[in-house]
């Protein structure tokens, strides 16, 4: 367990596992290491079908998280959250991504596991929704979320909506990796 400096709380960021073999899968499909306009695109679907201000497509690496995509509504919050870039005991993406399962938050400060994080008492996160981006492989590659300043229920529907965006985009990051292995195939034959 780690405190976070400048607050005291405690963090209860979970163990992740997995993270050498992800980090190793991300840089096979050239994930989570730069923006991508297809995934800033796909970040504001998110935040468009769950009616949030704030949403990304979240990497989660063995030290730190890279949001490749990102959407963050005109009442962006001084302190410049959601950055692209944030440590890994930053926010909720890395609890989904160890948890494998998707983490509706309608109000953080609920759970002291949670009402701790730097987002909360630096950025003014309140709620959030994720989901997992598991691969063919059955790597949980990182998520798609989003966030609110306010609490707010997210309820079924958008527990419903995260899955199916983070299905959707699975599909896509499948298209991508099949495209360029056959493309890397024609230029061998």
Known sequence: MTYYESTGHLLLTPVDREAPARAVRLRELGLGERTDAEL??????????????HAGVNFVGEERQFFAGLHHGAE????????????RDHGYCPHVVVRRRALVLEDVRDF???AGNAVVDESGVRSYVGAPLTDRRGIVLGTVCAVDVVPRRWGTEGLATVKALAAELVALVHEREDRAQAAGEDRRG
């Open 40 to 53: 800033d695109a796909f970040a504001r679907r998110v935040a468009d079908a769950l009616g949030a201000p």
């Open 76 to 87: 962006a919050p001084a302190s410049g959250y959601p950055a692209r870039v944030l440590a």
């Open 112 to 114: 002291a596991r949670f």
